[in-house]
């Protein structure tokens, strides 16, 4: 109850304060992309139950002769990559916070797709609600293999506490301003997690597909 106030009364100051940055972003991304300005897409929540997350659009709809969509190196813009420096391009997120969707601090929401692909221990990190930035992401963010990004997320989940959430928002601040462990070499986030599960019946190793686990393809309505 304490932390879901906490975040309640936290993104709403936050909303109040950054709504300026907020729309003058959301402009510049208006006419140096294009629209829609917001990229949409369901994620996995608490308990994986899905909910629409928002971040800034960072991404063109490019596509190759084929019609498919090009890779996403290809398709971040000069902007957007600045955007994902600084992480600006989760401000939205914010709103999410508010609506009692996400949390400040907890595991990243990943794939839907995602679901079936993880061990049992590594589907504990759905026991909590997910956040905007996490254990794993002050230890090593992007640059992590998906193996100690899971261990990072269930270690959160047995040791949560509120300490522990300001903690991790400080050292978030600290790699924000250092724009570290941003993606893994050879690709714009991370490669995609091809799981353990029924569903893949695979080892675990990365695919040959880059997957932009921040979540900038195109918008799924």
Not at 27 to 50: D, H, T, W
Not at 120 to 130: F, I, L, S, Y
Request: aromatic residues 14%; positive net charge.
């Amino acid at each position: 109850m304490f932390k879901r106030l906490f975040d309640f009364f936290f993104s709403l100051l936050l909303i109040m304060i950054l709504f300026p940055v907020i729309l003058i972003l959301a402009l510049m991304i208006r006419l140096k992309i294009g629209s829609p300005v917001f990229f949409k897409q369901e994620r996995p929540g608490y308990k994986g139950r899905p909910f629409y997350f928002y971040k800034f659009r960072t991404m063109t709809d490019e596509v190759d002769s084929e019609g498919k969509l090009l890779d996403d190196e290809k398709r971040l813009t000069a902007l957007g990559r600045r955007l994902r420096k600084y992480s600006l391009d989760e401000l939205p997120q914010i709103f999410n916070v508010l609506k009692g969707e996400l949390s400040f601090v907890g595991p990243r929401p990943l794939l839907m797709s995602y679901l079936g692909r993880y061990k049992p221990e590594q589907a504990r990190r759905h026991d909590v609600k997910p956040g905007i930035t996490g254990w794993a992401q002050v230890n090593g963010r992007n640059a992590l293999t998906w193996e100690e990004k899971f261990t990072l997320d269930v270690w959160y989940v047995d040791h949560q506490s509120f300490g522990l959430d300001l903690r991790i928002l400080w050292m978030t601040l600290l790699k924000v301003l250092k724009a570290e462990g941003i993606s893994q070499e050879g690709f714009s986030t991370m490669p995609e997690f091809m799981g353990y599960g029924p569903e893949t019946g695979t080892t675990g190793k990365a695919g040959e597909e880059s997957v932009d686990i921040k979540g900038d393809r195109k918008s799924s309505k």
